[in-house]
């Protein structure tokens, strides 16, 4: 199994540009995630998707947007995208939230110039 | 007030040191992870406990929910040990919540 794959590994965009970043899990899990994680700050969470059809907003959801388009794939894009998004983007899965393991892709490291 | 504090920040050992690094947690929790993470690469899921201790070859993970605690502990530690540790909880806060707090992690180098 692949577990969660992620698209780019890495990507550089200039400021004002959009872009987004695929996701795509095969563990048949319900709950989906988008974290950052940025230097000194542990992971903060983007956007999740408790369940096919749902997603919600979490501490830093500014400037992202999410879509949950099937129950494999979560989609994180950036529609005008500003320096502060410089980060390491982490997408991850479990089966029901907080209360399973949680498998993690391998990240995008995006700069934003 | 991080919810989530980890101990030390950085940790340097030798090759065959035993290890242990702290996690404290200040909210009720009905969950928590301990997950691994090499420099420059992705993130692994070591443990997730919400009671008691479980092992894992040369790793062990004990929680105290009363005192707000968990360890995790290597044994025998090795190079390959060197990576960041995070403890992420799961606030007990119902049904609705599916998200994880986590901490800021432990930079840990094991010197052969």
């Known amino acids: 199994n692949a577990g969660v794959t992620q698209t780019p590994k890495f990507q550089v965009l200039k400021t004002g540009q959009s872009m987004t970043l695929q996701c795509a899990q095969d563990m048949n899990h319900n709950s989906m995630y988008w974290y950052r994680q940025d230097p000194g700050m542990g992971l903060r969470l983007i956007y999740y998707s408790a369940s096919e059809g749902t997603t919600d907003k979490g501490e830093v959801p500014n400037g992202y947007n999410v879509s949950r388009l099937n129950k494999r794939e979560f989609s994180l894009r950036l529609e005008s995208a500003a320096p502060s998004q410089t980060s390491v983007y982490f997408c991850?899965?479990?089966?029901?939230?907080?209360?399973?393991?949680?498998?993690f892709g391998q990240g995008t490291r995006l700069t934003v110039v | 007030k991080n919810e989530v504090e980890q101990s030390p920040q950085n940790l340097t050992a030798q090759e065959g040191e035993f290890i242990t690094i702290n996690c404290s947690y200040s909210v009720g929790i009905s969950a928590l992870h301990w997950l691994q993470q090499h420099p420059g690469g992705g993130i692994v899921s070591l443990f997730m406990?919400?009671?008691g201790k479980k092992k894992h070859g040369r790793l062990i993970a004990t929680i105290n929910i009363q005192e707000k605690h968990s360890s995790l502990h290597i044994t025998a530690s090795h190079p390959r040990d060197s990576a960041v540790y995070i403890c992420a909880v799961r606030a007990d806060s119902g049904g609705s919540n599916y998200k994880l707090t986590f901490g800021k992690g432990t930079l840990l180098t094991v010197n052969p």
């Open positions: 406990l919400s009671s």
């Open positions: 991850a899965s479990s089966e029901q939230g907080g209360r399973t393991e949680a498998f």
